[in-house]
């Protein structure tokens, strides 16, 4: 990996929305399909923005744990998810993905989305939808977190 701490870097998008079919990329390594962790993030950035806080940092952290997954031979499937538009845009990738998994929900222990990464002009947040209390209490311990989540 090359590290480039303290450089500065310029991305210009040119970006353009037209119809076409719909399609998800999903990265995975692991063989034990019954037991699924997803990590994702989105593709998108808001109307008027360049993206580089959301959702840029999220498909970075997504492309770095590619990377350091290269040699993974652990047996729980692990899935990096960068799923298309969030904000001002269509999720038809999402609802693909949906579709795919909606019989498969329960292989999946826990969905890690990353959005807004580095963001430092606010509060972090964590939004531990439907895990069990243990688990919260876990990720709010281990992250550092002083506040109550939301």
């Not at 950035?45 to 806080?53: C, R, S, V």
């Not at 538009?85 to 329960?106: H, P, T």
Request: proline fraction near 3%.
């Amino acid at each position: 990996m090359l590290l480039r701490t303290g450089q500065v870097g310029k991305l210009t998008s040119h970006a353009s929305r037209f119809l076409t079919e719909r399609l998800n990329l999903v990265a995975s390594k692991g063989w034990d399909q019954t037991r699924r962790i997803a990590i994702s993030a989105h593709i998108d950035a808001k109307l008027d923005t360049p993206g580089a806080i959301d959702n840029a940092t999220g498909v970075i952290v997504l492309l770095l744990l590619a990377e350091r997954m290269k040699d993974y031979q652990g047996s729980t499937v692990i899935e990096l998810l960068p799923f298309n538009g969030e904000d001002y845009y269509a999720a038809s990738g999402q609802m693909i993905y949906l579709e795919q998994n909606q019989n498969k929900f329960n292989e999946i222990m826990i969905n890690i989305n990353i959005d807004g990464a580095g963001y430092h002009k606010g509060p972090s947040a964590f939004s531990p939808f439907n895990l069990p209390d243990d688990i919260k209490k876990c990720f709010v311990c281990s992250a550092g977190f002083k506040r109550k989540y939301s």
